[in-house]
C-alpha cells in the first residue's frame, strides 16, 4: 500500500494558445527537420563510413577484445593462477594449468579459451591479474561466423597482443573509480598500468 | 445497350437467393445479409424496367432505395449488437420464445 | 497493329500498360528509397548509399530480400483469406490510377487521343468508390491473422479509414461545386484554362479554396496509413497491426500498396487543387498544346507536382509524432468535419449567388480557418490534451496527502 | 420469350433449388461440392438459356454474362457458407458485381453509390459485428440450416413464378435505347444552377447521366430527397439509442477501490 503522502500528483502543464492550436508548433517541427535536411544536403553528415573509415575510440574509457600479453622473452605471461576467471562475473575465462617448463614460474596455462559472447567487457580480469597478463584492447571489431569462433583460445588471445602491442590499455584508477571509494575488490591487487595518452 | 429480360431474371434470381438465404439460416447477421441481397435483386430490378420506361426515375428510386438500405442496416446491426449482449448468441431461435 | 494503337480504346491499354509498369511500380520502389535518404538527411545521416552509386540500386536489393525471405503462413490463420488481403490491397491501390488525366490530349496523325486510361462520366466518385474498398484488405488481413493485435489493429485503421472519408468527401463536394463536373479531365481543363487572376495567379483550385486542399491532404494522409496517423502500423508502442503476421513478400505488398495509396491520393489532390498537368506561362502545358513535346512536359508537371506532394508527406512524416487514437478521432469528428461543413455551406452560398469563382470564395476559407482556430483556442477539450472522460485513472489527493502544488 | 425458353428456365431453376439445397450447412455428411456442381451447372445453364433464348445477338454484351455468373455464385455462397466472415465477404463480392451490372445499364452514378455506401461502409460494419460477435470456433446456429428444403422451394417457385412472367416485357429494343439517347432533353426543361455557368469547357458534361441524375433528384424529387434525409438522421438516433446501452459490469468499479489498489485488482476490461 502506498502512503498517501508517498503519491505526488503531477498536473498536467498548462498549453499556451499556440500548443493547443497545434498548428504553429507543426510549423515549428517542420521548420526544424527541413533545416537539418538542408544541413545534411549542404554539409557532410556525422556519419562514419564504417569499413572504410574506423571510429576513432576514446582510448581512456573503452574496453574491447582481450589480449594476452607476452613477457619480454615472448613468453606468455599468464602465470595460470586463476584469479581472472575467479574474478569474472560472466564466468567465460577457462584455464587449464601445466608445469610451468621455465625456471621463474611454477605453472602456466596450457589452455586459455574466452568466450567473447559470455564476457561483459567489465574489466575485472584485467583488474585482478597479478602480472598484468590479461589485458582489454580498444579493438570494437570483434566478429566471426559461428559461436564456436568466438571463444578465443591461447593462440588467439597472443595474436591480437602481436597485433595491438602498441596499444596501452587503460587501467587507471582515476577513471575506474576504484580508488578512494572505499568499496574496491580486495581480490584485485594494484596495478600501475600505462598512464592514458 | 443489353436487353432488359435478362437484368430481370437475374434480379429475381438474386431476390429469390436472399429469401431463401433469409428463410433457411438461422444467423441473425447472415438472415440480415440475406435482406440485403434481397435489396440487390430489387435495384437490379427497378434500374431495368426504369430503363424500359425510358426514364432516369428508376434509378433514381434506385438511390433511394440505397437510402433505406442503409438506415435498415444502421438499425438492424444496432438490434443484432442489443441483442448479442443480451443472450450471448447470434441464433435467432433463441428469440423464439415470447418472452424477453 | 498501328491502326489499333491510335485507336483510343488500344492507346488506352498501351498507356495503362505504360503507367503501371513503367511508372508506378518503379516509382514505388523508389518511394521507399527516399523515404529512407530523407529520413537519414533529416536525422544528420547519409542514408542508404552502400547497393549501386548513391544506392540507387537499394529499392532492387529490397526487392530481392522480399522474394528470397521464407514466405512463412502461420498455422492458425484462416488460409484463403490470409493470402487474399495483401492481393486486395495491392490491387485496389492500382486500380484507381485508371482515371487520373496525365497528360491531356495527344495529337497522333488526325486523331485526338485522351492521354487517360478511362473517362468515365463519374471519375472522381470511382477513385473515392475504390478508395473506399481499400480499407477491406486491412480487415481482411486483420481478421484472418487470428491475432489479437493483429485485430485490433485493423479495427483502428478501419475506423480511421471510414472517419477520414467524411471530411475527404466533403473537400471533394467543395470542389465538385465548384467545378461543377464529376470528370477530372474537365476539371483539370478548367483549371488551366482562363484568365490569370491578378495577373499572375493561375485558375487553379487551391487558390480558391486553400482551406479544402489542405484538409484533403490531411484525409490523403489518414487513408493512406502515414504518419502522423499511422496507428493502424505502430509498431512502437501497439506492437503493429494488421500485418504482424505477415512476412516476406506478402507483408511486401502491404508495404508497397502504402506508397501506391501515397501517389494515387497525390495524383488526386494535384488533379483537384494543384491544375493537374497545367503549368503557368509554360505554352506546352496549356490545353491547346496536343503535340509529343507537349504531352510529355504535361506528364513530367504533373509527375512533378506528385513528386513535391510525396516529399511534403515524407518530412511530415519524420517531423510530427503520432497521434493517440482518440486525438486522432477528435481532429477528425470535432476539427475538420465541422470546419468542412462550414466550407461546404460557403461553397453552396457562393455558388447560389455566382460567386464561386471570386476572390470571395480564398476570404470565406481564412474566415472559416480562423473561426475553427478561434473556437479551438478555446476548446476544453484540445486535440493535444489529455484523454478525457476517464476520471478514475487519476490519482485525486486525498485529505491527509501531500499538496501537490507545493510538492512540485 | 418462348414457350420452351420459360419451360428450360423452370428446368434451370429446379436445378439450382437442388444445388442450394445441398450446400446449405447441415450437420450431417457434407454435400457441398455435390451442391457446388449442381448450383455452378445452374448458372450456366441460367446464362446458356439467356443467351439462346431472351438475349438479342445484336445487342448481347459480354460483360453481362461475367458480371451475372459472379453475382450468382457469390449470392449463393453468401447464403450457403457456414462461416459469417465469408458471407460478408462474398457480400461485398456481389454489390460489386451487381454495381457492373448497373453499369451495364448506364447507370453510372448509382452504381459508384452502391459501391462506395454497401461495399465501403454498410458492409464494413457488417463485417466489424460478425467478427466481434464472434465466438471460438463455429457455433451449432452456423452449421445447421433451419427448413432448408421449404425455404429452397418457396425461394425458387418465387423465382421461376417472377422469371416465367419477365418474357411478357417488351424486349431490348427502340423504347430503351431512344430514352437513353435522347436525354439532353430532359436536362435542358429544367434549370440547375451548376450547369448554367459560361465555361466553355463544359459542353461535354450535360450528357453524363450524374448531371442527369442530378437534376431529376434535386428538382423533381427534391422533397423525397428531405424525406430520406430525415429517415437517415432518424436512423442513426435509434442505432444510437439502440446500441449505447449501459452494460452492467460485474466486478468492483474502479472508483470504489482504494488509492494505490487501481490497477491492482480491477481488470482493466
Known amino acids: 500500500m502506498i502512503k498517501d503522502e508517498d503519491i505526488l500528483n503531477i498536473e498536467e502543464p498548462v498549453l499556451s494558445a499556440a500548443e493547443r492550436l497545434y498548428i504553429p508548433q507543426i510549423l515549428g517541427g517542420l521548420k526544424i527537420t527541413i533545416g537539418h535536411l538542408a544541413k545534411s544536403l549542404t554539409k557532410s553528415t556525422v556519419t562514419i563510413q564504417y569499413p572504410e573509415e574506423k571510429l576513432e575510440v576514446r582510448k581512456e574509457v573503452y574496453r574491447g577484445v582481450h589480449r594476452l600479453n607476452r613477457d619480454e622473452n615472448g613468453r606468455v605471461a599468464c602465470v595460470a593462477c586463476f584469479m581472472c576467471s575467479t574474478a569474472c562475473p560472466a564466468d567465460c575465462i577457462h584455464i587449464e594449468a601445466g608445469d610451468s617448463p621455465w625456471d621463474d614460474r611454477e605453472k602456466y596455462p596450457i589452455k586459455f579459451d574466452l568466450d567473447e559472447l559470455r564476457c561483459i567487457f567489465c574489466g575485472m580480469c584485467e583488474e585482478a591479474c597479478p602480472v598484468d597478463a590479461i589485458e582489454l584492447t580498444h579493438e570494437y571489431d570483434l566478429v566471426g561466423r559461428t559461436r564456436e569462433q568466438m571463444i578465443l583460445d591461447k593462440e588467439e588471445l597472443l595474436a591480437i597482443y602481436d597485433r595491438t602491442v602498441q596499444d596501452k590499455p587503460r587501467k587507471n584508477p582515476r577513471i575506474t573509480g576504484y580508488a578512494g571509494t572505499g568499496n574496491r575488490p580486495s581480490a584485485a591487487p594494484k596495478t600501475d598500468g600505462p598512464e592514458a595518452s | ?100 | 497493329m498501328w491502326d489499333f494503337l491510335t485507336s483510343q480504346f488500344g492507346f488506352s491499354i498501351a498507356l495503362a500498360a505504360f503507367i503501371m509498369l513503367g511508372v508506378i511500380l518503379p516509382s514505388v520502389a523508389y518511394c521507399i528509397y527516399f523515404e529512407r535518404k530523407i529520413s537519414a538527411w533529416i536525422q544528420d545521416r547519409k542514408g542508404p548509399n552502400r547497393v549501386g552509386p548513391l544506392g540507387l540500386l537499394q529499392p532492387v536489393a529490397d526487392g530481392a530480400k522480399f522474394f528470397l525471405k521464407e514466405d512463412f503462413i502461420p498455422g492458425h490463420v484462416d488460409k484463403p483469406l490470409f493470402l487474399a488481403a495483401p492481393a486486395i490491397i495491392f490491387i485496389v491501390s492500382l486500380v484507381g490510377f485508371a482515371a487520373i488525366p496525365w497528360g491531356g490530349q495527344w495529337q497522333i496523325g488526325d486523331k485526338l487521343l485522351e492521354v487517360q486510361v478511362a473517362r468515365p462520366d463519374i471519375g472522381l466518385l470511382y477513385i473515392i468508390g475504390v478508395a473506399s474498398m481499400a480499407v477491406y484488405g486491412v480487415v481482411v488481413g486483420g481478421w484472418a491473422s487470428n491475432n489479437k493485435f493483429a485485430f485490433f489493429g485493423a479495427i483502428r485503421a478501419t475506423a480511421q479509414m471510414i472517419s477520414y472519408e467524411i471530411p475527404m468527401g466533403l473537400c471533394i463536394l467543395v470542389v465538385v461545386l465548384t467545378m461543377g463536373t464529376l470528370r477530372l479531365e474537365t476539371i483539370t481543363s478548367l483549371q488551366a484554362g482562363g484568365e490569370y487572376w491578378i495577373g499572375f495567379i493561375p485558375q487553379w483550385n487551391v487558390f480558391l479554396h486553400p482551406l479544402a486542399f489542405v484538409v484533403l491532404f490531411i484525409t490523403a494522409l489518414a487513408e493512406a496509413n502515414r504518419m502522423p496517423f499511422d496507428l493502424a502500423e505502430a509498431e512502437q508502442e501497439l506492437v503493429g497491426g494488421y500485418h504482424v503476421e505477415y512476412s516476406a513478400l506478402k507483408f511486401g505488398m502491404f508495404f508497397l500498396a502504402e506508397y501506391a495509396h501515397m501517389i494515387t491520393g497525390s495524383a488526386f489532390i494535384a488533379v483537384l487543387f494543384l491544375g493537374g498537368w497545367h503549368f503557368p506561362y509554360l505554352p506546352w502545358t496549356q490545353p491547346e498544346a496536343t503535340g509529343f513535346f507537349a504531352v510529355m512536359c504535361k506528364m513530367a508537371v504533373i509527375g512533378g507536382k506528385i513528386v513535391a506532394m510525396l516529399f511534403v508527406m515524407m518530412w511530415i512524416r519524420w517531423t510530427i509524432p503520432r497521434f493517440r487514437f482518440d486525438q486522432l478521432m477528435r481532429l477528425a469528428w470535432l476539427r475538420l468535419i465541422p470546419m468542412m461543413l462550414a466550407m461546404f455551406v460557403l461553397a453552396v452560398l457562393l455558388l447560389y449567388f455566382r460567386l464561386h469563382r471570386s476572390a470571395l470564395a480564398p476570404a470565406g476559407n481564412l474566415l472559416i480557418l480562423g473561426a475553427t482556430l478561434w473556437i479551438a483556442a478555446r476548446s476544453t477539450a484540445p486535440i493535444t490534451g489529455r484523454q478525457l472522460n476517464m476520471p478514475e485513472i487519476r490519482n485525486e489527493p486525498t485529505q491527509t496527502g501531500a499538496m501537490p502544488a507545493e510538492a512540485v | 420469350m418462348s414457350t420452351a425458353t420459360t419451360y428450360a428456365l423452370y428446368l434451370v431453376f429446379a436445378l439450382g433449388g437442388a444445388g442450394v439445397y445441398f450446400m446449405l450447412p447441415r450437420t450431417g455428411r457434407s454435400r457441398v461440392l455435390s451442391g457446388a456442381v449442381l448450383a455452378s451447372l445452374a448458372v450456366f445453364a441460367l446464362l446458356a438459356v439467356l443467351a439462346f433464348g431472351v438475349i438479342d445477338p445484336a445487342h448481347g454484351s459480354g460483360y453481362f454474362y461475367l458480371f451475372a455468373v459472379i453475382a450468382l455464385l457469390g449470392a449463393g455462397r453468401v447464403i450457403t457458407h457456414p462461416k459469417p466472415t465469408y458471407s460478408a465477404l462474398y457480400f461485398v463480392l456481389v454489390a460489386v458485381a451487381v454495381a457492373a451490372l448497373l453499369v451495364l445499364q448506364g447507370a453510372e452514378f448509382l452504381a459508384v453509390a452502391l459501391v462506395i455506401i454497401y461495399a465501403g461502409a454498410i458492409l464494413i460494419t457488417y463485417a466489424f459485428v460478425i467478427m466481434l460477435a464472434q465466438q471460438s470456433g463455429s457455433p451449432i446456429y452456423d452449421r445447421q440450416s433451419r427448413e432448408p428444403f421449404i425455404a429452397v422451394f418457396a425461394g425458387f417457385v418465387l423465382m421461376a413464378a417472377i422469371a416465367g412472367r419477365a418474357g411478357e416485357l417488351p424486349l431490348a429494343g427502340e423504347t430503351v435505347d431512344a430514352a437513353l439517347t435522347a436525354p439532353a432533353a430532359l436536362a435542358a426543361q429544367t434549370e440547375s444552377p451548376a450547369n448554367q455557368q459560361d465555361d466553355s469547357a463544359q459542353e461535354g458534361a450535360d450528357e453524363s447521366n450524374s448531371l442527369r441524375m442530378g437534376v431529376i433528384i434535386m428538382v423533381n424529387y427534391v422533397v423525397v430527397v428531405q424525406i430520406a434525409g430525415v429517415l437517415l438522421l432518424i436512423a442513426m438516433i435509434g442505432a444510437i439509442a439502440l446500441s449505447r446501452k449501459k452494460v452492467p459490469s460485474d466486478g468492483p468499479r474502479a472508483a470504489d477501490v482504494p488509492l494505490g489498489e487501481i490497477g491492482r485488482k480491477v481488470k482493466p476490461y
Open chain 2, 1 to 100: 445497350m443489353a436487353g432488359v429480360t435478362e437484368y430481370v431474371i437475374v434480379g429475381a434470381a438474386l431476390f429469390a437467393l436472399g429469401l431463401v438465404g433469409f428463410l433457411s439460416r438461422r444467423n441473425l447477421i447472415v438472415m440480415f445479409l440475406s435482406t440485403e441481397i434481397m435489396f440487390q435483386g430489387v435495384l437490379v430490378n427497378v434500374v431495368a424496367v426504369g430503363r424500359l420506361h425510358g426514364g432516369l426515375e428508376g434509378q433514381a428510386f434506385g438511390l433511394f432505395l440505397l437510402v433505406i438500405a442503409a438506415v435498415e442496416a444502421g438499425l438492424a446491426l444496432g438490434l443484432i449488437v442489443l441483442l448479442f449482449r443480451r443472450r450471448g448468441t447470434l441464433d435467432a431461435d433463441a428469440w423464439s420464445a415470447m418472452r424477453g
